[in-house]
């Protein structure tokens, strides 16, 4: 039953109605007999948008219901969102309090994150498309503009769609939009919300569209003041106005609002602006993630280890496992690090280790996260929140606050499991070490087991580096479903690929292409499970494929799993950004050497860069090994994944490449009877110099 008109969507009037056979509202979009008649591509667009709405399912989508079509007029049933809309908000609470921004914008990121999954695009994302709910949750709709990207195509090429304010300039200019363009409105959205006015604006649409097109985006810290610097940087990526210079993924949108969320900005944002309504940050349940706990005022990252949820098996590392905790039983072993890549399970082990600790001492453990926890003191007040030490008053100086931990876990037998230490390494180290060495001095039973991408470089640690798993050995053509499931990274992905597709098995005819995968992901977990989680999209040959083609951006939209984990584009971006411009250089620079190299080939090709690779080598970007044969024994290799990743996101400059293949093709001239050792170098120096007609290769 249809009640009182509460919107005008893109192509029909929506209006509140009632569902006859359970009495819930609901709300009816339709589009009448005449408007069809006028424009036939309306309908089309009004039935593809139930068709968009009933494959998105998402808390913050709004949900799809039914259509129907009854004498000529059409109607597209949905919930019924109740508490308005963010243009509504943005309206009546200025400023709006920062926290209660970045908590609508993550969810909005994801649902972008969900729509983008299924290729579609929105293309009329602003504040009057996003509903929120009675508790605020906010809820992405209107997809009456939006495109499916499925080969049917409605809109011609040329065409401008979308509301103009938020139009991104490529959109203005009718050129081919993809999911950047989103992005783009989604960033015009976020200034909105922080300053309530618009970026881009004028007095009729030309001036509008100029103003896209051409102005700079206006210093929103001289607006607001209050605003953390990552966030003005985060708008700044954005709302680039070349496509290419923009953010490439929502995803990366997410993770970076959700980490902003979890810091101590966050808390100093909640003091500033205190919300009046709680905010229920959401808990994040992992399978080999370990959860973050939150409270409203304060994150905290820390919790019993019984607590976490592990939603999956763990599989393999068993001697991994057992070096670590014989390590750990060490009367000298106080503190031991786990070091390795991101994404190579670290986590995941720490956590298996210390419940199996927990068993064989009886000791109690404790977990905390470190990712988006900045400084030693909230780290302290987090731990003294957790262990139940009593303080006088919150406001206890740090000194002896950290006093009345150290005298609470005197004779209390304990194993702490800090994780992502590479974080706070980058933004407190020095305060962090002490704190490590006191707790450590101070504390003879408490044993501390640590994971980071690089190591602590303290007297007292002990260091064990965790590796990819197990892999057949490339060029093994014989290997068969039994032999090959032995190995750890083959038998994760069977058991992974049985979560997304539960008939999968090994056979004769997939076990080939199962081997070459975990071989091209170098045994790397996370890796191993994006790649199963695609199997309800893709064959396991056709990611292999992808892999080669150099589309290293393995990504899954599964919601237990946090924004920076969801890609190995994330996880990759993450430590590129623990890195100082100079050694972000030397790293981009290095990915121009395909397979390894020796140092004097660094040398000749990167020059002074090359002082750089001890603070590589530190954080697990770059391996060094020795060979029994060539001409040189040690020799440095990039993990390839992170290769591929560099040559997308931050290709080496041509000045890189020339001297590479200078030095490679006079080193094959020279020395032809030991091609073999250098033949990937070689041949990716020839393969460049055939594209370059300045260049005159040596004879």
Known sequence: ALGEQIGQGAMGIVYRGRDTRTGQPVAIKTVEAQTVKENPTILERFQREGEILRRLRHPNIVTYLATAEREGQ??????????????????????????????????????????????????????????????????????????????????????????????????????PLD????????????????TGQRPFVGTVTSAVLLEIMTKPLPNIGKIRPDIPTELQQL????????????????????????????????????????VTQPIHLRDTPIDHYAPTVFNVRLPSTIGALEALAIRTTFVGRVAEMSTIIQTLNRPTCRVLTLIGAGGVGKTRLAVKVARAFMTQTGQTAHFTSLIG??????????????????????????????????????????????????????????????????????????????????????????????????????????????????????????????????????????????????????????????AAAQLQQKTISEINDELLALHTNLQADLEEIPFHHRSLAAVFEQSWHLLNQTEQETLSHTAVFRGGFSRAAAFAVLGKQVAHFDSLLERSLLMRHYTPTGLTRVRY??????????????????????????????????????????????????????????FTPPR
């Not at 992005?183 to 919300?193: A, C, D, M, N, T």
């Not at 996101?649 to 200078?662: F, I, K, T």
């Open 373 to 530: 926890i900045r400084t030693v003191q909230q780290l302290l007040q987090s731990l003294i929140t957790a262990l139940d030490v009593p303080l006088d008053n919150p406001s206890t100086p740090y000194e002896t606050a950290l006093f009345k931990l150290v005298d609470a876990l005197q004779t209390r037998p304990l194993l702490l499991v800090f994780d992502h230490a590479e974080s706070i390494l980058h933004s407190d180290r020095e305060a962090f070490l002490a704190l490590i060495n006191n707790l450590s001095e101070q504390l003879p039973h408490l044993r501390l087991l640590i994971t980071s991408r690089q190591r602590l470089k303290i007297q007292r640690e002990w260091v064990f580096k965790v590796q990819g798993l197990s892999v057949p050995m490339a060029g093994n053509d014989a290997i068969n479903p039994q032999t090959a499931v032995q190995y750890d990274a083959v038998a994760l992905f069977k058991q992974r690929a049985r979560q997304a597709d539960a008939t999968f098995e090994l056979t004769p005819h997939n076990t080939g292409a199962v081997v070459q995968l975990c071989q091209q992901l170098e045994g790397l977990p996370l890796g191993i499970e994006l």
């Open 179 to 194: 999911q950047r363009s989103d992005i783009w409105s989604f960033g015009v959205l976020l200034y909105e919300l922080l």
């Open 235 to 274: 708008l700044v990526d954005m709302l680039q106005k070349e496509p290419a210079e923009r953010i490439h993924s929502v995803r990366h949108v997410g993770a970076v609002l959700e980490t902003m969320l979890r810091s101590e900005d966050g808390h100093q944002l909640a003091q500033r602006f205190p």
């Open 74 to 175: 059409y109607y597209l049933v949905m919930e019924y969102v109740s508490g308005g809309d963010l243009r509504q908000l943005v309206k009546t609470e200025k400023p709006i309090a920062l926290r209660q921004i970045l908590t609508i914008a993550l969810d909005v990121a994801d649902a972008l994150a969900r729509t983008h999954r299924l290729n579609i695009l929105h293309r009329d994302l602003k504040p009057s498309n996003i509903l929120l709910n009675e508790d605020g949750l906010p809820k992405l709709s209107d997809f009456g503009l939006a495109h499916l990207n499925d080969g049917v195509e409605i809109t011609q090429h040329g065409t401008v769609v979308g509301t103009i304010a938020y139009l991104s300039p490529e959109a203005c200019e009718g050129r």
């Open 637 to 694: 290799t990039l993990p390839q994944l992170l290769r591929k990743h560099l040559l997308i996101a931050h290709p080496p400059p041509y000045q890189v490449y020339r001297q590479h293949a200078d030095y490679y093709l006079q080193w094959a001239v020279a020395h032809q009877d030991a091609l073999s050792s250098e033949l990937d170098n070689v041949t990716a120096a020839w393969e460049w110099a055939r594209t370059q007609s300045s």
